[in-house]
Nanobody
Framework: QVQLVESGGGLVQAGGSLRLSCAAS????????MGWYRQAPGKQRELVAA???????NYADSVKGRFTISRDNAKNTVFLQMNSLKAEDTAVYYC????????????????WGQGTQVTVSL
């Protein structure tokens, strides 16, 4: 089994910064893409940023230039540096990863973290 654990969320003033971390652990053989999603109250979950195993990145238009996704493959960890935060960034942020389990090598499977709350105040 594999689990993802997010950390780094909290309350921050508009214009401030937060750094989210997500560490994968368990019977990991390899990790393909990793990403961050968010869901605000009453809204659909949306992709914020993603990063491939080779380091290629994609961002939602709403966060381009403000957020940066990165990963530490040796630590099975993905980060999301969030700068110039806005009230509309308030949401629960979820980590996602495609993982090949050592006990199930035939395919990558999606895993999700429990979510971490980010609240941006005026």
């Amino acid at each position: 089994q594999v689990q993802l654990v997010e950390s780094g969320g909290g309350l921050v003033q508009a214009g401030g910064s937060l750094r989210l971390s997500c560490a994968a652990s368990g019977s990991i053989f390899s990790i393909n893409a990793m990403g961050w999603y968010r869901q605000a109250p009453g809204k659909q979950r949306e992709l914020v940023a993603a990063i491939t195993s080779g380091g290629s990145t994609n961002y939602a238009d709403s966060v381009k230039g403000r957020f940066t996704i990165s990963r530490d493959n040796a630590k099975n960890t993905v980060f999301l540096q969030m700068n110039s935060l806005k009230a509309e960034d308030t949401a629960v942020y979820y980590c996602n990863a495609g993982v090949r389990d050592r006990s199930f090598l035939r395919a990558y499977r999606d895993y999700w973290g429990q979510g971490t709350q980010v609240t941006v105040s005026l």
